[in-house]
T-cell receptor
């Protein structure tokens, strides 16, 4: 069965600092992996996705993630945090052939001025 | 291109009452999903439709929850009777088709926040 673990329910960084949000997955099949962002009172917006092409995936707003099969990880990074990055971030893995997603519990990112 | 529309945005009811949520997916999207997001957790799939047929409803509490997708477009999710633990945000998403790749990319609506007192 597929599952996702996000380490750290809250992460706080200073503006301009590196952002690192951790995600580890478990999958019995080659996974598709996703990062979504959720701003307050809004739905989820896709940041980036890994679909078995390049292991380093670039997304919107300067985010990127690297798929590491040996570590079963898909950590999200951004070199320099901006105040507008403050939101909740969810890692997800495809649940099966029907396309449903299995989400982690989320990491809330705070950015200090 | 219009996104996924949901209504109402907020709903407060008392336990044992009934409630219904509505979703209009992106035009042309064959697959529609309903997720439940409890505070502090990630979204959990309740039911998935392909056109107007159910693909997966294994996690839908069928004794109180029901859903339908009329003519393969709009969808409604109903809870009757509601319990305190149903307080959550109900997210609707749609995609062109199934599985991974571009066709499977899911687009989410803003959600309906349900509070059960």
């Amino acid at each position: 069965a597929q599952s996702v673990t996000q380490l750290g329910s809250h992460v706080s960084v200073s503006e301009g600092a590196l952002v690192l949000l951790r995600c580890n997955y478990s999958s019995s099949v080659p996974p598709y992996l996703f990062w979504y962002v959720q701003y307050p009172n809004q739905g989820l917006q896709l940041l980036l996705k890994y679909t078995s092409a390049a292991t380093l995936v670039k997304g919107i707003n300067g985010f990127e993630a690297e798929f590491k099969k040996s570590e079963t990880s898909f950590h999200l990074t951004k070199p320099s945090a901006h105040m507008s990055d403050a939101a909740e971030y969810f890692c997800a893995v495809n649940g099966g052939s029907q396309g449903n997603l299995i989400f982690g519990k989320g990491t809330k990112l705070s950015v200090k001025p | 291109e219009a996104g996924v529309a949901q209504s109402p945005r907020y709903k407060i009811i008392e336990k044992r009452q009934s409630v219904a949520f509505w979703c209009n997916p992106i035009s042309g999207h064959a697959t529609l999903y309903w997720y439940q997001q409890i505070l502090g957790q990630g979204p959990k799939l309740l039911i998935q439709f392909q056109n107007n047929g159910v693909v997966d409803d294994s996690q839908l509490p069928k004794d109180r929850f029901s859903a339908e997708r009329l003519k393969g477009v709009d969808s409604t999710l109903k809870i009757q009777p509601a319990k305190l633990e149903d307080s959550a945000v109900y997210l609707c998403a749609s995609s062109l088709g199934l599985a991974g790749g571009t066709r499977g990319e899911q687009f989410f609506g803003p959600g309906t926040r349900l509070t059960v007192l």
